[in-house]
């Protein structure tokens, strides 16, 4: 008699995904697979997305801090930290900043650019 009511317990866990009972298609907020991020893009979309706190050309300003840092290197911070950070936030951790807030409109894709021109503005830095 206690099998059916585990049965009936792991369907009702299996079915418990969010607010919409759906488990989340991408949760990692990651294009899809080929995407190749493009600099000259990105460029455009971290002036519209990311300037504001991490300053022109990723310098840094007084709400957020530089990307063109060793911190943020790739083998510190992954590109997929960055698709984590715009999907989730981020929690205050390396810096005096307060917390990054989720960007629920920037798009897997348009973050896949800004990462390419993140990184290649790193590469011009020395930071690799």
């Known amino acids: 008699m206690k099998l059916p009511g585990f049965i009936v317990l792991t369907i009702l866990l299996a079915s418990c995904g969010g607010e919409s009972g759906s488990r989340d298609a991408n ?3 990651l294009p899809e697979q080929g995407f190749i991020g493009d600099p000259n893009k990105g460029a ?3 002036r519209q997305n990311c300037s504001s706190c991490h300053g022109r050309a990723g310098s840094g300003s ?3 801090p530089s990307l063109i840092h060793k911190t943020y ?3 510190h911070h992954a590109d997929l930290a960055f698709h984590l950070a715009v999907k989730n936030g981020v929690r205050r951790h390396h810096w005096r900043f307060g917390d990054m807030p989720p960007l629920a409109d920037v798009s897997p894709e348009s973050v896949g650019h800004i990462v390419a021109y993140v990184r290649a503005i790193q590469r011009r830095a ?3």
């Open 62 to 64: 007084t709400k957020g």
């Open 44 to 46: 455009i979309l971290y």
């Open 27 to 29: 949760p990692f907020h």
């Open 126 to 128: 020395g930071i690799n």
């Open 73 to 75: 290197n790739p083998g």
